[in-house]
């Protein structure tokens, strides 16, 4: 009985580092690109509450959404926000590996104003 409780608090938070390590990544990933210039604006992913209609079987509790903001210093459009969710939906195994890590929401925000976008990441993980 112990031994599954102990195996299951660590399995918590062992997803909780790579939960960690993947921003962590994405967000070095992204600072590199934008000094580049391979990249016009800078990208900073961070955890969100997420959507809770957007559950599925490997949801966090708690914070199931990953968030993007766009750090453009200004508006952006509905059609640029799609834009940027679209590019990270396309890549199927960041949002198998999203997916996995129990997000189950992704989120695209600008640094200007309230409006975002959202998507079910169950919806596009492209299996066949």
Known sequence: MFSNIWYTIKQW????????NLLRDFNSTARMAFISGKVPTLLEAKVSRGNSAYKHQFSDWF???FRIKVLSGKQLSKDEMVFVGSVILSDATL?????VLGFDTLEVHCDVGNIGCSWALKDFLMIE
């Open 13 to 20: 938070f062992s997803d909780r580092k790579d939960r960690q």
């Open 63 to 65: 914070s199931s959404g």
């Open 95 to 99: 949002t198998r590996k999203l997916v």
